[in-house]
């Protein structure tokens, strides 16, 4: 029973993603009221941004608006406002404006952003793919580093414009430098006159000694192989030591080797990732609660946090070990099968329910990444997967996954054309200095966003 005189349960969600969205979509039937409290409208289909950052979908594409998903869900409510906060003491959830929501349950499922590791002045230089502000900011530095190409006389600048460095081989940066490699290559071949696309140089960094280091090693070496003859150049056990406004600097692993310097204006971060700052702020109101290294909240085998049975955290905020003792990958599906396993849950407690669900359990149903067109890598059980049959299975699994049949419909129709015509019809550069080159080597006063490209 709720307090207040408040004969119905409340459940406050903290997050529209993929957890967040799919907690409240499984506590449709149950006698509560949720809430679900997001900074943004929307639910974001994150695998696919790399695709807005080339051109090849626009973001209404992969975006479904909260309100839209959940109309039909009487009990359920959207709200727009940021969380500053947590009084467990008196159930409340604070927003940064003051605002108190009051809750009987908590699932938190705030995600994740990029991590520079220790070098958040890197940002500026080479932006994430977390959301889409992120996505169409580096639309705009690849499509304008070609437009300043087209007008560059000096060949070293020009080479300079078209050289583009992904900084992470995992299935982000594989995607990411896969795309941009058949944008110049295919794409944009027709389009300029004083140079020719496909003379681009892509680089992809990667600290271990294979991309795509979560899959076997047979596939992770069919993906290096298709990088390569898309002309993309593979550089392995090798970090970043520096990124600046038009280089970026980069050491081979455990050699005494200088840095390499590549000229480039246009850097791609996919390397890693921190917690969103939710999870330090639950793990001391809490008490007694450990965050990893990069803020995950340590949780209970049920979800739950230290000694709150009605406190959840889930998806890559929640840092949860599987039967075998290793973490849980901060993946979609991962956070989509805890969302509905928290939303069950909840539904038995408020039955009165005495059977025990147990333990969350993870089911991997395997994990795929496309390398470009007819080219991908997929595997699940003891099947592997790649080639035309890999991409066509990632095609499938991707529309299948997106929250609303409207965006089905529209990424399915975008992809065959795509495929047909190998165009892309989102190639608009927009934002701040869209139309307006500057000076990579111009100090940026404080305030003042750095564009490049």
């Keep these: 029973m709720a307090e207040g005189g408040n004969p119905r349960h409340r459940v406050v ?6 957890g967040g969205l799919l907690t409240a979509l499984g506590l449709r039937k149950p006698p509560c009221d949720v ?7 929307f639910h974001l289909f994150q695998p696919l941004l790399y695709q807005v950052a080339t051109g090849a979908l626009s973001p209404a594409n992969i975006a479904a608006p909260l309100r839209s998903v959940l109309r039909r869900q009487k009990n359920t409510r959207v709200l727009l406002g940021e969380v500053g906060g947590f009084d467990l003491t008196g159930k409340l959830v604070l927003l940064a404006d003051g605002d108190q929501i009051p809750f009987d349950t908590l699932v938190l499922a705030a995600g994740s952003t990029h991590a520079y590791f220790g070098h958040d002045d890197w940002a500026v230089f080479a932006p994430g793919l977390k959301t889409v502000e992120d996505a169409t900011e580096i639309r705009r530095r690849v499509l304008s580093a070609f437009e300043r190409a087209e007008r560059e006389r000096d060949p070293d600048a020009r080479q300079r414009l078209l050289t583009f460095v992904v900084v992470g081989g995992g299935p982000t940066g594989v995607e990411m430098a896969g795309a941009i490699s058949e944008l110049a290559r295919q794409t944009l071949r027709f389009d300029f006159r004083a140079f020719d696309p496909a003379c681009s140089r892509i680089v992809i960094v990667e600290g271990q000694g294979r991309v795509l280091g979560t899959f076997h ?9 298709a990088l390569e003859r898309m002309g993309v150049e593979v550089q392995l ?3 970043v030591t520096d990124v600046g ?13 200088p840095p390499v310097r590549i000229e480039t204006e246009t850097v791609v971060w996919a390397a890693g990732v921190k917690a969103s700052g939710l999870g330090k702020l639950i793990a001391g109101a809490v008490g007694g609660v450990e965050t990893d290294r990069v803020g995950r909240v340590v949780v209970n085998r049920d979800c739950t946090v230290g000694n709150r049975s009605d406190v959840f955290v889930i998806g890559d905020l929640a840092n949860f070990k599987g039967g075998d003792g290793k973490q849980l990958p901060g993946l979609a599906p991962v956070a989509m099968q805890q969302g509905k396993y928290v939303a069950d849950l909840i539904a038995r407690r408020l039955k009165g329910d005495p059977a025990d669900p147990g333990p ?11 390398i470009g067109r007819g080219r991908a890598v997929a595997e699940t059980g003891g099947l592997k997967l790649s080639g035309y049959l890999a991409w066509l299975a990632w095609l499938f699994i991707h529309i299948l996954y997106l929250a609303q049949f409207e965006n089905r419909v529209l990424v399915m129709w975008q992809w065959f054309f795509n495929y047909v015509t190998r165009n892309r019809a989102a190639l608009l550069i927009t934002g701040e200095g869209a139309y307006r080159p ?3 080597h111009r100090v940026v006063p404080s305030g003042e966003s750095v564009v490049k490209g």
């Design 438 to 440: 500057r000076d990579p």
């Design 237 to 239: 056990d090798s970090h």
């Design 245 to 257: 406004p038009d280089y970026v600097l980069i050491k081979p692993n455990g050699g005494k080797a």
């Design 217 to 225: 090693e047979k596939l992770s070496q069919k993906a290096k192989e």
């Design 35 to 41: 809430t679900l409290i997001d900074r943004r409208n």
């Design 13 to 18: 969600i903290v997050g529209g993603g993929f």
């Design 360 to 370: 969350f359990k993870y089911w991997d149903k395997g994990s795929m990444a496309t």
